[in-house]
């Protein structure tokens, strides 16, 4: 059974930090990332990495704040949230593609289950 199973996420202030984590299970894949969802929006785009290389790309509304990592010995990805802003609140998914990158929706095999993460002025 295929599963990824998210931890972190929360409640914090403006300027603060977060780390979500994402652990998969069942088959191997090639890259891992994250998307969002805010209230009435469309999902975003957030970061991917590939469990070889360790390429990683971001959404441009992260870039230089966010940093996606992984361990591969423990099938985890991180994705390290800093100078959070309240346009960040969203709930937050993981996603996994088996082959290729994880860049697009309807290119994900799998997701998390979501994480929320509140941002407060």
């Known amino acids: 059974q295929v599963e990824l199973v998210q931890s972190g996420g929360g409640s914090v202030q403006a300027g603060d930090s977060l780390r979500l984590s994402c652990t998969a299970s069942?088959?191997?894949?090639?890259?891992m990332g994250w998307f969002r969802q805010a209230p009435g929006k469309d999902r975003e785009f957030v970061a991917a990495?590939?469990?070889?290389?360790?390429?990683?790309f971001y959404g441009d509304s992260v870039k230089g704040r966010f940093t996606i990592s992984r361990d591969s010995a423990k099938f985890t990805v991180y994705l390290e949230m800093k100078n959070l802003k309240p346009e960040d609140t969203a709930i937050y998914y993981c996603?996994?593609?088996?082959?290729?990158?994880?860049?697009?929706?309807?290119?994900?095999?799998?997701w998390g289950q979501g994480t929320q993460v509140t941002v407060s002025s």
């Open positions: 996603a996994a593609r088996a082959a290729g990158f994880v860049l697009q929706q309807v290119r994900v095999d799998n």
């Open positions: 990495i590939n469990w070889t290389g360790g390429n990683t």
């Open positions: 069942g088959r191997a894949f090639y890259s």
